[in-house]
């Protein structure tokens, strides 16, 4: 069975992430890559196996090395995914900051006011 990656199995790796950081600046040997990491070269070409089945970078053969380049459009999925949680927390953190200062520009006798009415209400309901 063919295992199917995506770009959000790409990024759960705190290592393919920093894989992504290097080769996000420059195209870089493998060799390189492998020197940054405290993990077998084997640990490394999987890392970068994935990163290249998710199609976030391309490994090319130039003579005797094995060049990385940065494929980077598939992490706008992850950017609109993100976002869509980033509008809706945006959305509601204004409401709050409207309510918020709703309340602080009524006056206290009205607050006061407000509370007995309630108080009131909830009193009639009981009985």
């Not at 759960?12 to 077998?40: C, H, L, W, Y």
């Not at 196996?49 to 970078?57: F, N, Q, R, Y």
């Not at 598939?74 to 980033?86: A, M, R």
């Not at 409207?98 to 309630?118: G, M």
Request: net charge positive.
């Amino acid at each position: 069975m063919e295992t199917r990656r995506d770009v959000f199995q790409a990024i759960a790796d705190p290592t393919r992430r920093a894989i992504i950081g290097m080769i996000a600046k420059q195209t870089i040997n493998v060799n390189s890559i492998a020197e940054q990491f405290d993990i077998s070269r084997q640990a490394v070409s999987l890392h970068l196996k994935i990163l290249a089945e998710c199609d976030l970078l391309n490994i090319r053969q130039l003579g005797r090395e094995r060049l990385c380049e940065a494929k980077l459009e598939k992490l706008n999925e992850v950017h609109e995914w993100v976002d869509q949680y980033h509008k809706l927390w945006k959305e509601r953190l204004s409401a709050l900051k409207s309510f918020v200062e709703q309340e602080e520009l009524q006056p206290k006798s009205t607050k006061k006011t407000n509370k007995k009415n309630a108080n009131n209400t909830n009193k009639s309901k009981r009985k």
